[in-house]
T-cell receptor
Framework: LAKTTQPISMDSYEGQEVNITCSHNNIATNDYITWYQQFPSQGPRFIIQGYKTKVTNEVASLFIPADRKSSTLSLPRVSLSDTAVYYCLVGGNNAGNMLTFGGGTRLMVKP | GAVVSQHPSWVICKSGTSVKIECRSLDFQATTMFWYRQFPKQSLMLMATSNEGSKATYEQGVEKDKFLINHASLTLSTLTVTSAHPEDSSFYIC???????????FGPGTRLTVT
């Protein structure tokens, strides 16, 4: 399984765009990149998943360069409620594919 | 869609007793379920993977006789912590995938406190 590296923590202010970058140098050809959000004492919540280029949904965008050795989660106009831990994971997009969680990035959004 | 529930949400038990935690996929058939453990301020650690109708596969260092996992149906998996000790106190989270849902969907977690 590809190992991921993320910043331990980030601070931001309400209304700003936040970009969290994840390194996954040994990503395999069939690996997808998935981001999860976790609030204290809750299970992780799926945010977005992608394979290459750019993916956008109603809450975030995911940018993946051509070499796929990194990815960037972009949260537009964060609010206080976006304060959470964000995990980047890579793995095959197969039903039942297990996930290895790295340390995650603790995002603190300040007023 | 893709809702996963856990029961109970929190439990306190005495040392030496056993505790069962249920994980249910409410609106899809989960061919695979995963159990994680998370200590305060730490990341999730995979404990075991279970496929419906077969024995669970445990990660290295996880005692299979202590953490009993049963995945008897496509919507239910249970984790039983046997002879619990205070060091087993943790946040236990399950996830499920299957059918049209390739990504894992996580339950809300169960906080276990062993006194």
């Amino acid at each position: 399984l590809a190992k991921t590296t993320q910043p331990i923590s980030m601070d931001s202010y309400e209304g700003q765009e936040v970009n969290i970058t994840c390194s996954h140098n040994n990503i395999a050809t069939n690996d997808y990149i998935t981001w999860y959000q976790q609030f204290p004492s809750q299970g992780p919540r799926f945010i977005i998943q992608g394979y290459k280029t750019k993916v956008t949904n109603e809450v975030a965008s995911l940018f993946i360069p051509a070499d796929r050795k990194s990815s960037t989660l972009s949260l537009p106009r964060v609010s206080l409620s976006d304060t959470a831990v964000y995990y980047c994971l890579v793995g095959g997009n197969n039903a039942g594919n297990m996930l290895t969680f790295g340390g995650g990035t603790r995002l603190m959004v300040k007023p | 869609g893709a809702v996963v529930s856990q029961h109970p949400s929190w439990v306190i038990c005495k040392s030496g007793t056993s505790v069962k935690i249920e994980c249910r996929s409410l609106d899809f058939q989960a061919t695979t379920m995963f159990w994680y453990r998370q200590f305060p301020k730490q990341s999730l650690m995979l404990m075991a993977t279970s496929n419906e109708g077969s024995k669970a596969t445990y990660e290295q260092g996880v005692e299979k006789d202590k953490f009993l996992i049963n995945h008897a149906s496509l919507t239910l998996s249970t984790l039983t912590v046997t002879s619990a000790h205070p060091e087993d106190s943790s946040f236990y989270i399950c996830s499920a995938s299957g059918g049209d849902h390739y990504e894992q969907y996580f339950g809300p977690g169960t906080r276990l406190t062993v006194t």
